[in-house]
C-alpha cells in the first residue's frame, strides 16, 4: 500500500467523524471523559488510573518507512520482522489483497474515537501543530487512550494553513506481546497495531513534530525546560537563566525539570516550562515548548517534592499506577507495576512552581543557559562535570550516554546504552542533529554552559563473569544531593578542578545541604572510591575508547566534534 493511499484512507476516517451513523466518533474532553472513566481505577483523590495489556513502547517493533532520507539505518531483528509484516498489517487496518488473501479492513467496522489537539503554544507557526488521534475501541477501556493523551495538548480548533499530524491505533489487533507501529514522516502519519500504551501517541506525535520542525531551522530535543532565577554569590543580584535537561527516560530529566534546586531566597525561583521536549529556535536561541502537561514515571517518593503532591489533583490521570483496593496509591511498588506512567496537566500544578509560558524567553533575555545532558553510568563518571568548548558539548550530545530503562525495553533495564541526543525518535541522519546542536552552541556559546550529570551513581563494581552480578552498589547523590549540586552552580558558589581523565572540569567543592553545612563531594568522586588506581585507569580508558569508536560510525558530523573528543579522551 503506497503512502498516498494510506494518507486518503486516514482523511476518509476523520471525515467521518464530521457526519453520524458512522463508526468515526469525535470526543471533546468532557464526554470522552465519562466513558473513560467507567473502565478505571478511581484514587482516593479522585484522580483514575488504567492498567494495560502493552506496558511499555513497542520500541523495537517500530519502524520509520519513506526514502533513503527518513529510513532507517541500522534495524534489530523485531523492526526487520515488522517491516517484512507491513504489507499485510496495513491490509489488515485499512483492507486490500495480499498474497491472495483478502483483509476487509477494521477501520471499517470498529468503532473509533476521533480526538484532535494542537501542538505547541501557537506563538510561532513554523513549531505549531494540528494533532489528529484516531483509535479503535471494540474493548471499551480504549476509550481513556485519547483521554490521556488529550491532556497533553490545547484543546482548541484545528490551525489554518498549520501541519496535520495523525495517528491510528489499533490496540484491539493481535500482534503478541508488542505492537507493531509504522511512521511514515515524509505524510505525517504514524499507524499502530496491537498496544494500548498512551506514551506510543504522545511519542509518535513528537517524532513527526521534531522531522518537521527541522526542516525549518528548529531542532527538536528531548529535554525538559525550566526558568531559573537564583542570587549569584559573587553579587548578591538575582540573574535569570534557562535550563534545560536532557535524559533518556528514567534518568531524572521530569523529576530534576520540578525541582525546587532549594532555592529559597528572596527573589529566588524554579520555574518549570517543559518536561520533555522542546525545540531549539537556531535563529534566537529560544526554547520552544511542546505540551501542556507532565508525563512522569509514578516511582516519586518524598524528596519529590513537587511532582509528588500534585499527583494529588484531581486531573492526573495515569497508566499502570499501583492503586489498591480503597484508592491508595502505591508509587513504588514495582511488582505488578513497574512502568507506572501519570499525565500531569501544568495547570494543577503550584502557579508558584510554574513558568508563565511552555516557551523560554529568546536567549537575548536571559543572562545564561545551563545545559544538563543526565546519565546513569555508575561507575567512573564523576557526578557532575562542565563541558568546556561546543565541540565537546556536541559530542556529549552525540553519545547520549545512560541505561536502558523498563519503559524503553524491559528485558533489557539497566544495561549501558547510547542513544544520540538521548532522543529514541530522530528521523533522518543522527549526524545532522549533532551538527545543528553544534552550531546552536557555537552561535550562543557565550551565553550557554554544558554539563554531564550522573544521576544514577559512581564506585559499582560488576561480576565479570556476571556482568548483571553487582559485587559493590555504586554511591548515589540522587536525589537531595543532586538539588544541592545544582544549586551550587546557579548560585555560582561550585568549585572546579581539572579532570585529567576526561578533558573537563569536575565538581570538587562550594555545595552546601539543608543545613548550610559544605556537602562532602569526596564520597563521590571516583578517585577516592576506587581502591586500586590501576583498575580505575583501565575502566576509564576502556569507556573512553567506546566513546571514540561510537562516534566514528556518523560519517556526516562535523570533524571538530570527532577531533575534540579524541583530544579530550587523550586519544589519537
Not at 472513566?37 to 494495560?52: M, P
Not at 481513556?144 to 493523551?149: A, E, F, N
Not at 533495564?413 to 546542536?437: H, K, L
Request: net charge negative.
Amino acid at each position: 500500500m503506497d503512502e498516498h493511499t494510506i494518507l486518503q484512507n486516514i482523511n476518509e476516517l476523520v471525515a467521518r467523524s464530521k457526519h453520524s451513523a458512522t463508526n468515526v466518533t469525535e470526543y471533546m474532553g468532557p464526554s470522552l471523559r465519562i466513558f473513560s472513566e467507567i473502565t478505571g481505577q478511581r484514587t482516593k483523590y479522585s484522580g483514575f488510573n488504567w492498567d494495560t495489556r502493552v506496558g511499555s513502547r513497542s520500541a523495537k517493533y517500530t519502524v520509520i518507512v519513506g526514502d533513503k532520507k527518513v529510513m532507517q539505518k541500522r534495524l534489530v531483528p523485531q523492526q526487520k520482522e515488522t517491516l517484512a509484516e507491513m504489507d499485510v498489517n496495513l491490509a489488515r487496518v485499512f483492507s486490500g489483497a495480499v498474497d491472495g488473501v483478502e483483509y476487509s479492513g477494521h477501520v471499517n467496522t470498529l468503532p473509533i474515537d476521533y480526538v484532535h489537539r494542537v501542538m505547541g503554544s501557537g506563538a510561532d507557526p513554523d513549531f505549531t501543530y494540528n494533532c489528529n488521534f484516531l483509535v479503535t475501541t471494540k474493548n471499551p477501556t480504549y476509550h481513556h487512550i485519547g483521554y490521556m493523551w488529550g491532556k497533553m495538548l490545547r484543546e482548541v480548533d484545528p490551525i489554518a494553513d498549520m501541519p496535520d499530524l495523525y495517528i491510528l491505533m489499533l490496540p484491539d489487533v493481535n500482534t503478541g506481546t508488542y505492537g507493531r507501529f509504522y511512521t511514515f514522516p515524509e505524510i505525517n502519519v504514524t499507524v499502530g497495531l496491537g498496544s494500548d500504551y498512551m506514551g506510543e501517541v504522545k511519542k509518535g506525535f513528537l517524532r513527526m513534530a521534531m522531522y518537521l520542525a527541522k526542516q525549518k531551522g528548529i531542532l527538536g530535543v528531548h529535554a525538559a525546560s525550566k526558568i531559573i532565577k537564583a542570587e549569584d554569590a559573587s553579587d548578591e543580584k538575582i540573574r535569570t537563566y534557562g535550563a534545560l535537561i536532557f535524559g533518556l527516560s528514567g534518568t531524572g530529566k521530569t523529576t530534576n525539570a520540578g525541582h525546587t534546586h532549594y532555592l529559597d531566597k528572596d527573589g529566588e525561583a524554579a520555574l518549570m516550562a517543559q518536561d520533555d521536549f522542546v525545540g531549539l529556535r537556531l535563529r534566537d536561541g529560544c526554547a520552544l515548548g511542546t505540551e501542556q502537561a507532565l508525563f512522569l514515571k509514578t516511582d516519586l517518593d518524598d524528596d519529590d517534592l513537587l511532582l509528588k503532591p500534585a499527583t494529588k489533583a484531581p486531573d492526573f490521570t495515569a497508566q499502570n499506577l499501583f492503586v489498591d483496593a480503597k484508592g491508595n496509591i502505591n508509587y513504588l511498588e514495582e511488582d505488578i507495576c513497574a512502568n507506572g506512567r501519570g499525565i500531569l496537566p501544568r495547570a494543577s500544578l503550584p502557579k508558584s512552581r510554574v513558568y508563565k509560558s511552555i516557551d523560554l524567553p529568546p536567549m537575548s533575555e536571559l543572562d545564561s543557559m545551563f545545559i544538563f545532558f543526565n546519565t546513569r553510568r555508575n561507575t567512573v563518571v564523576p557526578i557532575l562535570q562542565e563541558l568546556m568548548s561546543p565541540e565537546l558539548a556536541a559530542g556529549y550530545f552525540m553519545l547520549g550516554e545512560s541505561i536502558v530503562t523498563p519503559a524503553n525495553d524491559p528485558e533489557r533495564a539497566g544495561e549501558s546504552v547510547r542513544v544520540v541526543g538521548t532522543n529514541p525518535f530522530i528521523v533522518g541522519d543522527e549526524g545532522e542533529e549533532g551538527n545543528m546542536f553544534y552550531e546552536f552552541l557555537k552561535t550562543y556559546q557565550d551565553k550557554v554552559r554544558c554539563f554531564l550529570m550522573n544521576t544514577g551513581g559512581v564506585g559499582e563494581i560488576k561480576d565479570s563473569e556476571d556482568p548483571k552480578k553487582v559485587i559493590r552498589e555504586a554511591v548515589r547523590p540522587w536525589k537531595s544531593g543532586i538539588g544541592y549540586i545544582t544549586r551550587a552552580i546557579f548560585r555560582n558558589t561550585a568549585k572546579w578542578a581539572e579532570c585529567s581523565d576526561y578533558g573537563t572540569k569536575v565538581l570538587i567543592g562550594g555545595v552546601t545541604d539543608h543545613h548550610g553545612e559544605q556537602y562532602d563531594m569526596n564520597r563521590l568522586d571516583p578517585k577516592q572510591i576506587y581502591d586500586d588506581d590501576q583498575v580505575r585507569n583501565q575502566m576509564v580508558i576502556e569507556l573512553n575508547n567506546e566513546r571514540v569508536k561510537y562516534l566514528e560510525q556518523f560519517t556526516s558530523l562535523d570533524d571538530e566534534i570527532k577531533s575534540a573528543m579524541k583530544c579530550a579522551l587523550k586519544l589519537k
